[in-house]
């Protein structure tokens, strides 16, 4: 009884409001009616492999997007929560570069919410892993925390240093589809010991990160998982870039500096 009217109490004193703009909303770590307006959630027909939506489908079908028929993929399946633009880039950059690691919570379930048709039994969940020194400069990495709620919500294990970034790569932005994927080759690997406490042979592995441009970062991380001996890997991703937006707009993208 007197934890309930704590809340309460708390509640008065601090009303819930919304993740991004701070207007009042109904429950914590929401969206007021106008973001979620701005916010790009995907729905209907989406690609099975990195989950872009895909025109002409109904919401129970998938396909291939053009991206996916073209680039050779080491995963197999792939969900996205949003699209990168209006609202949702907003987020990611807010998350990534702003130090709002409190939008892991929201996010992180958005993304269970999005990957549970992926999960399995024997599911890993494992984040895109952040050079040492980037880590140090930043302080955190968001696809742990996301990687982290996620994780809790699926029921699954969640390893955060199981990967490793072997090298420092130079930042994405503004480099070409070839240039990332040359700019990520063999920048990852598993770490060994953690390999075999984790027991990754065998499993199937869902690999969790912010966003997905090229894809290139998250086909390091899953050739890597692969070579350890996971059965299996599938992807899911809090924003997925669009083609055109990555070609258009590369001023925008998620890997730029703050």
Same mark, same amino acid.
């Given at each position: 009884?007197? !934890?309930?009217?704590?809340? #309460?109490?708390?509640?008065?004193?601090?009303?819930?409001?919304?993740?991004?703009?701070?207007?009042?909303?109904?429950? =914590?770590?929401?969206?007021?009616?106008?973001?979620?307006?701005?916010? &790009?959630?995907?729905a209907?027909?989406?690609?099975?492999?990195?989950?872009?939506p /895909?025109?002409?489908?109904?919401? #129970?079908? #998938?396909?291939?997007?053009?991206?996916?028929? *073209?680039?050779?993929?080491?995963w197999?399946?792939?969900?996205?929560?949003?699209?990168?633009?209006?609202?949702?880039?907003?987020?990611?950059?807010?998350?990534? !570069?702003? @130090?709002?690691?409190?939008?892991? %919570?929201?996010?992180?379930?958005?993304?269970?919410?999005?990957?549970? &048709?992926?999960?399995?039994? *024997?599911?890993?969940?494992? &984040?895109?892993?952040? !050079?040492r020194?980037?880590?140090?400069? +930043?302080?955190?990495?968001?696809?742990?925390?996301?990687? +982290?709620?996620?994780?809790?919500?699926?029921?699954r294990?969640?390893?955060?240093?199981?990967l490793?970034r072997? +090298?420092?790569?130079?930042?994405? =932005?503004?480099?070409?589809?070839?240039?990332?994927?040359?700019?990520?080759?063999?920048?990852?690997?598993?770490?060994?010991?953690?390999?075999?406490?984790?027991?990754?042979?065998?499993?199937?592995?869902?690999l969790? @990160? =912010?966003?997905?441009?090229?894809g290139?970062?998250?086909?390091?991380?899953?050739?890597?998982?692969?070579?350890?001996?996971?059965?299996? /890997?599938?992807?899911?991703?809090?924003?997925?870039?669009h %083609?055109e937006?990555?070609?258009?707009?590369? %001023?925008?993208?998620? =890997?730029?500096?703050?």
């Amino acid at each position: 009884m007197f !934890h309930g009217q704590l809340q #309460t109490a708390l509640r008065t004193v601090y009303p819930p409001s919304c993740i991004t703009c701070r207007a009042p909303v109904a429950s =914590d770590f929401g969206l007021c009616g106008e973001c979620l307006r701005q916010t &790009p959630f995907i729905a209907g027909g989406i690609c099975n492999t990195c989950g872009v939506p /895909v025109a002409g489908l109904s919401e #129970t079908e #998938t396909d291939i997007c053009e991206d996916c028929l *073209n680039i050779p993929r080491p995963w197999s399946r792939g969900r996205a929560v949003m699209t990168y633009q209006d609202m949702g880039r907003t987020l990611v950059l807010q998350l990534k !570069h702003s @130090d709002r690691t409190d939008l892991a %919570r929201p996010a992180g379930a958005w993304l269970a919410r999005a990957a549970r &048709p992926l999960v399995q039994g *024997n599911t890993l969940v494992l &984040p895109v892993p952040m !050079h040492r020194t980037r880590l140090l400069r +930043r302080t955190y990495n968001q696809a742990v925390l996301l990687a +982290r709620v996620a994780a809790r919500h699926l029921e699954r294990q969640m390893v955060p240093d199981l990967l490793t970034r072997t +090298r420092r790569t130079p930042m994405q =932005d503004q480099r070409s589809f070839e240039e990332r994927f040359a700019n990520l080759d063999g920048a990852v690997s598993v770490c060994g010991a953690r390999a075999r406490s984790a027991g990754i042979a065998g499993r199937h592995v869902l690999l969790i @990160d =912010d966003v997905m441009t090229s894809g290139a970062t998250l086909a390091a991380c899953a050739a890597a998982c692969l070579e350890a001996g996971a059965e299996e /890997v599938d992807i899911a991703v809090l924003a997925r870039v669009h %083609r055109e937006e990555f070609v258009g707009r590369p %001023r925008a993208s998620p =890997d730029a500096a703050p």
